[in-house]
């Protein structure tokens, strides 16, 4: 499901904040940047408005956000950088679930479960704190992005394994040509941009 | 009585390393409150020194992997504390209920320290809403159209406050990790130096700026972050973090821009 197909207005004034750059961080990467978005606090404010519209009432208890490096290969011209939290937390306020960030190895203390996914080239590893999410728990998980869906897949796989319900997965940007909504074990996905 | 009050009984100057990968492990000035003979980490003991410098694989204490679930909240490490003096008033229940709310990891990342682990505020919907909930009080209809947020945990703070009182919202980030031109500041660190960057035509000249991260330990990171706002011609109205590490002294390093915060160990 995209709010792009769903003729929301807010959906223009956020579609044009964020910014394509060439060749960044590799030549031939189209980079999606949305920090020029966080600086339009009304469009900022309508991404985050978006998300908890479509949530509040969902029973959910927890955002799962992820804030880790993804690099595809020039082939697929689309890359991500490490980036996340910036989503999550406004969301999680509003609709009043905890937040649990998901890291990459090394920056969160205590005891961790990890879950291992695979790059193009090589692998990656997302962490969550044991004891963060319980069984009985409803999570949404949030990214800025979403394109080959590894990462997503492994928050889903991480929640799930710590027996949580995943419920949706909701981004800003999809990167359609890269069939990541086919990656996520069956859970919807919700985006409010897609970018070809 | 449990290992969790007696870390609440345990005071200590803690140190922090910023964030996993930096080589900022800032030894701590000693205050020897008790009875000490050699330094080692167990629980059952009154006021101890705790030394970045020494690293000791016999360390009599229990990690701080303990289960996070709302229900032992109350059982978490209770080592930080409101203060008073530009800090959050000690007083509000929120504070209280802030300071609780975050917890104490030692030995992590690196043998001797303890790490003010702010992920447990998050799963308490109450104290997160707080912590937000404060600094908005603090800084809303103040004119402030800027929040800079320092990579990571900054981002976590600084979105909800931006959005909150209508200020658009600057990562300010390791190298190489901000596309576009940037403009960058050196700082140094106990080992070595590290850089922070900055989206060239972010801020604009003039513009009043909130600089927010998790924790000031020494200041470095938080001064990094003024002077490249400043290069721009911005004007920093304040700094704000969850919690200080007064020891370290990183207010000292502010120069003339003022730090608040809402909670800091006793």
């Not at chain 2, 590290?194 to 200041?219: C, Q």
Request: net charge neutral; aromatic share 6%.
């Amino acid at each position: 499901m995209s709010a792009y197909k769903d003729n929301d207005l807010r959906i223009q004034g956020i579609k044009k904040m964020i910014r394509v750059v060439p060749d960044f961080p590799k030549p031939g990467i189209m980079f999606q940047d949305i920090t020029t978005l966080l600086l339009d606090a009304g469009a900022f404010k309508d991404t985050v408005d978006m998300f908890v519209e479509r949530y509040k009432d969902r029973n959910i208890s927890v955002v799962a956000d992820s804030f880790v490096i993804n690099y595809l290969t020039i082939e697929t011209r689309e890359g991500i950088e490490a980036r996340g939290f910036i989503f999550g937390p406004p969301i999680a306020l509003a609709i009043g679930a905890k937040f649990v960030p998901l890291r990459k190895p090394g920056k969160l203390p205590g005891k961790l479960m990890s879950e291992k996914y695979v790059l193009e080239y090589g692998s990656d590893c997302l962490q969550m704190h044991i004891g963060a999410v319980e069984p009985d728990d409803r999570a949404l998980v949030v990214d800025d992005l979403v394109a080959t869906g590894g990462t997503l897949c492994a928050a889903i796989n991480l929640l799930e394994r710590a027996g949580a319900q995943v419920v949706e997965c909701a981004c800003v940007i999809e990167l359609p040509d890269l069939k990541g909504r086919e990656k996520l074990k069956g859970k919807p996905l919700y985006v409010l941009v897609e970018s070809h | 009585m449990n290992s969790f009050q007696q870390l609440a009984k345990f005071r200590s100057y803690l140190f922090q390393t910023m964030e996993g990968n930096r080589k900022s492990c800032i030894p701590l000035s000693r205050r020897l409150a008790g009875e000490v003979s050699s330094p080692d980490f167990g629980w059952n003991l009154n006021e101890r020194m705790i030394s970045s410098r020494v690293s000791h694989s016999t360390a009599v204490h229990r990690s701080g992997n303990f289960p996070i679930s709302p229900n032992n909240r109350l059982e978490r490490a209770a080592s930080v504390r409101p203060q008073h003096m530009e800090t959050g008033d000690a007083s509000d229940p929120r504070i209280t209920r802030i300071a609780s709310s975050i917890r104490v990891i030692p030995d992590f990342p690196k043998p001797g320290i303890l790490f003010q682990d702010i992920t447990t505020l998050l799963l308490d919907i109450k104290a997160f809403r707080d912590t937000i909930d404060l600094f908005v009080e603090r800084y809303k209809e103040k004119g402030i159209s800027v929040v800079a947020g320092v990579e990571a945990r900054g981002f976590i703070f600084g979105p909800p406050i931006a959005l909150a009182i209508g200020a658009k919202f600057i990562p300010m980030r390791k190298p190489h990790k901000l596309p576009g031109p940037v403009i960058s500041e050196e700082y140094s660190l106990e080992y070595g130096t590290d850089v922070m960057e900055m989206h060239v035509g972010a801020v604009e000249p003039g513009e009043k700026v909130l600089v927010i991260d998790d924790l000031i330990a020494t200041g470095g990171t938080l001064c990094a972050a003024i002077k490249l706002l400043e290069r721009v011609g911005a004007v920093v109205v304040e700094c704000a973090c969850v919690i200080e590490l007064p020891e370290l002294k990183g207010r000292d390093r502010l120069g003339d821009k003022p730090l608040f915060v809402l909670v800091s160990p006793a």
